[in-house]
């Protein structure tokens, strides 16, 4: 499966952006979805995932209540909404799909199949 991320940007600290990422290839609902960032130096680290049929979603805790994933199989796309966001929010986002169960989701990077090239953001304060 082919994704393109796109919709990073600059924002200020307080701020809202909206994140999507389009799929195209192979049958989107297959893949369980997910949102990682990385930033200057640092690991890719896990932002958001959800399950193959959009049932289930998972953040970690500093996400949860900031960012919200979701998906629309009809449309092949995923997005990722972010509020409040942070200076620390800075980074490069990349969407990713995993072939998996339904109900499954993974927050570890290595398990994702397919990435996108990555979309950037960054958060002033």
């Known amino acids: 499966v082919q994704l393109q991320a796109f919709g990073g940007g600059l924002v200020q600290a307080g701020g809202s952006l909206k994140l999507s990422c389009a799929a195209s290839g192979r049958t989107f609902s297959n893949y369980a979805m997910g949102w990682f960032r990385q930033a200057p130096g640092k690991e890719r680290e896990f932002v958001a995932g959800?399950?193959?049929?959009?049932?289930?979603?998972d953040y970690p805790d500093s996400m949860k209540g900031r960012f919200t994933i979701s998906r629309d199989n009809a449309l092949n796309t995923l997005s990722l909404q972010m509020n409040s966001l942070k200076p620390e929010d800075t980074a490069v986002y990349f969407c990713?799909?995993?072939?998996?169960?339904?109900?499954?989701?993974?927050?570890?990077?290595?398990?994702?199949?397919?990435w996108g090239q990555g979309t950037e953001v960054t958060v002033s304060s």
């Open positions: 959800i399950s193959r049929d959009g049932s289930r979603t």
């Open positions: 990713a799909a995993r072939w998996a169960n339904i109900n499954d989701i993974s927050t570890t990077a290595r398990t994702y199949d397919y």
